[in-house]
């Protein structure tokens, strides 16, 4: 749009200087109303509308006075009456499949923290992505809130069809993945394979030899990420990772028990275990407290994600530090960036990178 054009459309409405008077104003018992916003400043409620909603068609003087007005008033726009104006709530979901429950309470504060003086409110959808018809359950959820986007979370934002589903309804959407899924304009990716494989490679640095590995369900494609990584890592250095070595636990603290106890009845027993969260790593702790080992003496324990449990374990848990509230923010930022998704070429992917904690559930094992 030429400037001569882009000029052309500035509502030209300039201050009124027959406004009413402070000292006249009154509004009963009623809130400040956008009427009474536009009636003071001698405007319409049109171009108070576009200052509420950040268009720049308003002359600069007049934005400067309606703005000044709202804060003196503390004016506050009503969110389902914009909703209607824009055939969307102020809405966004926050859509999620039984994560642990400090994982979902540190990706809300990420997601709000991004939100904040936006205008925007936060809604959570647990859902259960083994039923077949979760993801009409989540169709129903977006139409009826009249989101204006949504955040999956995984393991929800692996599936393909669920996303399909959100661009058909013309829905904006961000996935949290460990890889690319989509457009980067719609991902936030976690790089869990190279995490998994730093936890390899520091352990073979340590001097093991006779590895264990809990994975989380095969259906999750943080699971496959991490367990992969651990094993390509492990054959870098030298070091075979048989499938009698891997147990496929449900990332709950008793499928870390359960397969703590069938790793540490192996012969030769590991001498280290990689659980795929804190919450199985904890399970770890469990079996072997049980069965009479220390750790670390004993048995290096390993865990990812780094949640508050990993520091109230005792000893602390080594493990690999995952940046959720980041990963929250970095999300809730990307539904809010309008470029982003309606220009999706040459958009640089969003990325975090988890890393190691080292604290005193490991050590090199003894001779």
Same mark, same amino acid.
């Given at each position: ?161 669920? $996303? ?167 999300? $809730? ?14 958009? $640089? ?19």
């Amino acid at each position: 749009m030429s400037r001569r054009t882009r000029m052309a459309t500035i509502d030209p409405t300039p201050p009124d200087a027959r406004a009413e008077p402070i000292a006249a104003r009154s509004f009963g018992s009623g809130a400040t109303t956008i009427s009474d916003i536009a009636r003071l400043t001698g405007v319409s409620k049109k171009t108070v509308s576009r200052v509420i909603n950040g268009s720049e068609l308003v002359h600069p003087e007049t934005r400067d006075k309606i703005k000044a007005l709202m804060t003196e008033l503390n004016y506050t726009p009503d969110p389902q009456a914009r909703g209607l104006a824009f055939r969307h709530s102020f809405l966004i979901g926050l859509v999620f499949d039984n994560p642990t429950a400090q994982y979902i309470v540190n990706m809300q504060y990420g997601v709000l923290d991004a939100l904040r003086d936006s205008g925007f409110e936060l809604v959570v959808h647990p859902c259960d992505s083994k039923r077949a018809d979760y993801i009409d359950g989540i169709r129903h959820f977006v139409q009826r809130q009249k989101l204006y986007a949504v955040i999956l979370i995984p393991r929800v934002s692996e599936d393909q069809a669920l $996303a399909e589903m959100l661009q058909d309804l013309g829905v904006r959407y961000v996935r949290i993945a460990s890889v690319a899924l989509d457009d980067a304009s719609r991902m936030v990716m976690t790089h869990d394979r190279r995490a998994g494989s730093e936890v390899a490679e520091y352990l073979e640095s340590l001097g093991h030899r006779y590895v264990g590995l809990i994975t989380g369900p095969k259906r999750y494609r943080s699971s496959i990420e991490r367990g992969g990584g651990f094993r390509d890592g492990l054959a870098r250095r030298g070091i075979a990772l048989t499938d009698e070595a891997v147990y496929e636990g449900g990332y709950t603290f008793e499928s870390g028990v359960a397969g703590a106890e069938a790793l540490l009845r192996r012969e030769p027993r590991p001498t280290a275990i990689f659980a795929c969260n804190d919450e199985m790593a904890a399970g770890v702790y469990k079996a072997a407290q049980r069965m009479g080992l220390s750790i670390p003496g004993d048995l290096t324990v390993i865990g990812y994600d780094d949640s508050p449990l990993a520091s109230q374990l005792w000893p602390p848990l080594t493990t690999i530090h995952l940046p959720v509230r980041e990963i929250g923010r970095q999300a $809730a930022s990307l539904v809010l960036t309008k470029d982003r998704q309606s220009n999706p070429e040459g958009n $640089a992917a969003i990325t975090v990178s988890p890393h190691l904690v080292i604290r005193d559930s490991s050590q090199p094992p003894r001779e």
